[in-house]
């Protein structure tokens, strides 16, 4: 069993500002790792799981953001769940294992036996310990969380196939144009030191190529690794694919729920999914009403101790209301996202949408959307500081930061 | 002599430009819009000119920092903590604005250019005694407006009407005042607006009068009318024989190149074209009523047109970039696309053709 002297290492990649642009409007004004589902950051919600690990010396969070965005932040939840955490700054793309290796020394300090690697934009429930064990037991330099998806939607994941006896990573196909498996990678690793290693191969190999390439004009025309610098690496198609069937890597598979975090409209989705999980993990944090002395609340709702909610009001399925949001007399709010200092005034309707910090809803007026979290406009997305005038209403729409509404639209991109 | 500028808002309709930039810093025929109007209120000797801002007061200090040592002139802020509307500001900024010498002082519209005859107006104002002057400017469609309704021969301002049904007038309100302090005893420090309160009372009491704008006036504050008003300006430039125009056997019509700008070979250039400093053009480029700001890079053999190409972004070869199609910063058009009337957010790559008007996020 895990001896005392394990210790495990968390490894969170946060990406950065202008790389994931399919975050806005809302990553106009937040951070995506710090956009809150179902109450808490992005990016908490793997931190907090880390902590189920036995033996966790130290979480690291690494990204491109400018230290500063994260500084309050990493210092709040380091003191609030008692586990270092820290931020540590790219300072140049390296791939997504380049930049593990990029901080191998720190990663290393603590002498871990293993360590955790996480994307922060995926919403799962992280069974880190279970998962452990399971790659204590395979005994192989990785393993992967993966989840069956619908055949037709693997075709954008990185696809994987595996012995269902031994678990062992047989193939490893990243966004394949044709069928593969209806197994996909959800972005969560388990790795032993020597992941190290095989990333510093990968990096010689192609140091060796270019090299090769200087002496050779055919090796100079392969498209392959042409415009790739030696230090950049990538997980997948760099280390997964071509290790996997040596029995060096592994699956785990989960049977909870996973959803990639990519636009807004994926984060309403994956705040009612972190809210049913709190049903389970910390019925405590979720909300409760009739009407009488507390708004009515249907299903999972999350509300900050310091919103105002009125008593008239009906709340839920899946709605968070943040701090010092004021919800007025006969309000109805379903599946939703209310962020910081909103105001919503009496008898307004906002039903799958995402209302922006300090944003202001008028009385009668209504805010809605499809819901399709696929769609571009299927979710309605209110900047910062949006005002909606009373009687007026938005439907599938998305509204940047600042504009006041006085005029119903339906349908459109308002800059 | 003083002056406001009334700065306010976000500059919402001037997206994505604004994204990265607050709206009065944004360049407009290679200049920032706030700077062609502080260099007009220095030549007549202003000498102090206050902002009212309500958005990015570090941005906006920094930048009025080297221009007051450069044009030697005054720059102050006076910044809202909640909206004043177009007259509350006034009252703000009444210390900077009255002095012991009684003077009056001008309010301009930040978003507005025009050829500025603000010495005219002075003289104007000195000859009908009146407590306040605005410039007043002729338009096709003024139901689109407010309209001032006045008296032909004096000027003398009768009333004004927002959007009138029926023909009232074709004279609109430029956005330029000159007005006495005592003026300022009628606004309060809340919002107020000056088309709707205040001047609407000093033209009752048969104080108010217009002066009719002559040469260009736009309002650039989004991009249909900053691409019009480009045109226009560089028209005016031209009537005065500007040297600051471009010539040459590449040049056709009214085009403006910043000195560090770099052209290729072939290239064809306007009319109605601004090139910002440090751009490159490269050969074979056919540019036409548009703007390229600071730092861009036009591939060979793109085609731009009625367009607005933010900071430092680039095209790529062949493409064909037109019809209204707007870049924000740090935006990179691959090789071989289409865009038609595109609006795109700062940091992207456009890699697929779009066809239709659209807002790329």
Known sequence: MGSTEERVVAVIMVGGPTKGTRFRPLSLNIPKPLFPLAGQAMVHHPISACKKIPNLAQIYLVGFYEEREFALFVSSVSNELRVPVRYLREDKPHGSAGGLY????????????????????????????????????????????????????????????????????????????????????????????DIFTAIQGVSTQRKDRATLRRVSSFEALQPANRSLPTDYVRLDQDILSPLAGKKHLYVYETKDFWEQIKSPGMSLRSSGLYLAQFRFTSPHLLASGDGTKNATISGDVYIHPSAKVHPTAKIGPNVSISANARIGAGVRLVSCIILDDVEIKENAVVIHAIVGWKSSIGRWSRVQASGDYNAKLGVTILGESVIVEDEVVVINSIVLPNKTLNVSVQEEIIL | MKALILVGGFGTRLRPLTLSVPKPLVEFANKPMILHQIEALKAIGVTEVVLAINYQPEVMLNFLKEFETKLGIKITCSQETEPLGTAGPLALARDNLVDDSGEPFFVLNSDVISEYPLQEMIDFHKSHGGEASILVTKVDEPSKYGVVVMEESTGQVERFVEKPKVFVGNKINAGIYLLNPSVLDQIELRPTSIEKEVFPNIAAEKKLYAMVLPGFWMDIGQPRDYITGLRLYLDSLKKKSSPKLAFGPHIIGNVLVDESAKIGEGCLIGPDVAIGSGCIVESGVRLSRCTIMRGVRVKKHACISSSIIGWHSTVGQWARVENMTILGEDVHVCDEIYSNGGVVLPHKEIKSSILNPEIVM
């Open chain 1, 102 to 193: 990029n901080f191998r020394d720190l990663i290393m300090e603590d002498n871990p036996s293993h360590i955790v690697l996480l994307n922060c934009d995926v919403c799962c429930s992280f069974p880190l310990p279970e998962m452990l064990e399971a790659h204590r037991r395979y005994g192989g330099m990785g393993t992967i969380l993966v989840i069956k998806v619908s055949p037709e939607s693997a075709y954008q994941f990185g696809e994987l196939v595996a012995d269902p006896d031994t678990n062992e990573l047989l193939h490893y196909t990243e966004k394949p144009e044709t069928f593969v498996s209806d197994r996909i990678n959800c972005g969560v690793y388990i790795f032993t030191p």
